[in-house]
């Protein structure tokens, strides 16, 4: 049989890995795939710049547009990132009937909805395992392993990015900036690093979780995003004091009034397995109601990793290319006219435990005006631990864990505290999340 004819745009990190990996594992691949599978044309945004990968054989371009209109491929694989270019390259290799392989989480988050829509239009395939969570195969887990439950909740590290900066800050004590240069250096860093440590990337990673296992339409814009700036050393000192570990999360919860969508740091209890993910490692807790928690673990960025599902995804291309396109898994695990725009939760509606750091005057009665704000907005408080002032100082680090409680609630109790005379600053607020 003919090979399968492949067009890539973009040869950085994850195009010159896949394009190393599909050459490696030739041979495996095509007796998975039923017929050989080639990269014969690949797009670059400049020729002359030194790869990862040995582009001997193929035919090399500045222009995408000469892969998506060229009638001999037959996949594309959008490696190039960034939401406009891409989104037009991707609508034209669809409406030329090809189908599409991408690892582009902004633009499946982002302009999903519409790319599928006009997949579905051309009976052609748009797979995207490798947008979430590098080389883990979570979509297809969640797509296909677990289609028999109704999904509760999921909960991920989900930016490989972030959890190498906030590991090596609390095992070497390294600095934000340094450990980040260290990220880009290895390929693992968005071209905007801000997405990664304001969470932007693992927002839209979540959108793409959330519509996968709830059955709803993509939508960034209703995700509520903090990222990992604002973590100090001391709060994750703090936080393993108290038995937790700070990672930064992204949760989709599915309940009686509308889905949660959030993506923020989170104090978790450092006995579960996904405390002790670290490094750029990835893993992600879906809870199905017939299954339970499910924990899938992994690189989550990185050339050969992500190329890992990249190609995966070729294969599942190939394997279904003659197959009739009503009886392929659906984009979205759900059939697109069963797709429900269940109502998305606003952030002060969220409802969650929190950790709560202040710096207060050491004198009496403070401590009792911090917690009757507390219980005047029904928050218990489940810990508390005062430190002693250091030395010279007058002023003392409150720490709080409390009972869950709703954003809004938590809103107006710190607004109270910061406005006490005795409390100095900002009080640093972390959500808790028990994940039993
Ligand atoms: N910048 C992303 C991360 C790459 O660090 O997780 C993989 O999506």
Redesign the pocket.
């Known amino acids: 049989m003919k090979p399968v004819k492949v067009g890539v745009i973009g040869l950085g990190t994850v195009g010159g890995g896949t394009v190393n990996v599909l050459k490696r594992n030739a041979q495996e691949i095509a007796r998975r795939a039923g017929r050989e599978i080639v990269v014969s044309r690949a797009a670059a945004r400049n020729l002359d710049q030194p790869r990862i990968c040995d582009t001997h054989g193929i035919d090399l371009t500045t222009d995408p547009f000469l892969i998506v209109n060229d009638p001999d491929i037959d996949v594309v694989v959008e490696l190039m990132g960034g939401y406009a270019l891409a989104r037009e390259l991707v609508l034209t290799a669809i409406e030329n009937g090809k189908h599409v392989v991408t690892a582009n ?1 902004a633009l499946i988050a982002l302009h999903g909805n519409e790319i599928f829509a006009a997949a579905s239009r051309k009976g052609v395939m748009v797979l995207f395992e490798a947008a979430v969570a ?1 080389g883990i195969p979570i979509i297809k887990a969640i797509r296909e392993g677990l289609s028999g439950n109704r999904i509760k909740w999921l909960a991920g590290i ?5 959890n190498f900066i906030l590991t090596e800050m609390r095992d070497k004590g390294r600095d934000f900036a340094d450990v980040l240069a260290e ?1 880009q250096a290895l390929g ?3 071209a905007d690093p801000t ?2 440590v304001e969470g932007i ?1 693992a927002g839209h ?1 979540l959108t793409i979780l959330a519509s996968i296992a709830f059955g709803i339409p993509l939508q960034f814009d209703k995700v509520f995003t903090e990222g990992i700036t604002r973590i100090t050393r001391l709060d994750v000192e703090y936080a393993e004091e108290l038995g937790y570990r700070i990672k930064h999360l992204g949760i989709a919860r599915n309940t009686e009034q509308g889905v949660e969508l959030r993506v923020h740091p989170t104090l978790i209890p450092n006995r579960r397995l996904i405390a002790n993910v670290n490094g ?1 490692m ?1 893993a992600v807790l879906v809870c199905g109601d017939a299954v339970g928690p499910t924990l899938y673990y992994g690189a ?2 990185g050339a050969e990793p ?1 190329a890992s599902a990249v190609v995966a995804d070729l294969v599942d291309v190939v394997r279904a290319m003659t197959s009739d396109p009503e009886n392929r898994v659906p984009h979205l695990a759900f059939h697109a006219d069963a797709i429900v725009d269940l109502p998305i939760l606003p952030a002060e509606e969220i409802r969650t435990a929190y950790y709560l750091r202040l710096t207060a005057e050491d004198k009496p009665g403070v401590l009792a005006d911090v917690t009757r704000i507390l219980a005047g907005h029904n928050i218990s408080i489940e810990a508390l631990i005062q430190k002693e002032p250091l030395k010279d100082q007058t002023s003392v680090s409150i720490i709080m864990l409390t009972q869950l409680t709703s954003e809004k609630e938590m809103n107006a109790a710190i607004a109270e505290i910061e406005a006490l005379a005795t409390v100095t600053g900002q009080v640093a607020r972390i959500r808790l999340e028990t994940l039993g």
């Open positions: 989480k590098g989900i930016n490989g990015t972030g990220a693992y860093a968005e997405f990664d990337d990673k750029v990835n989550g960025a992500t």
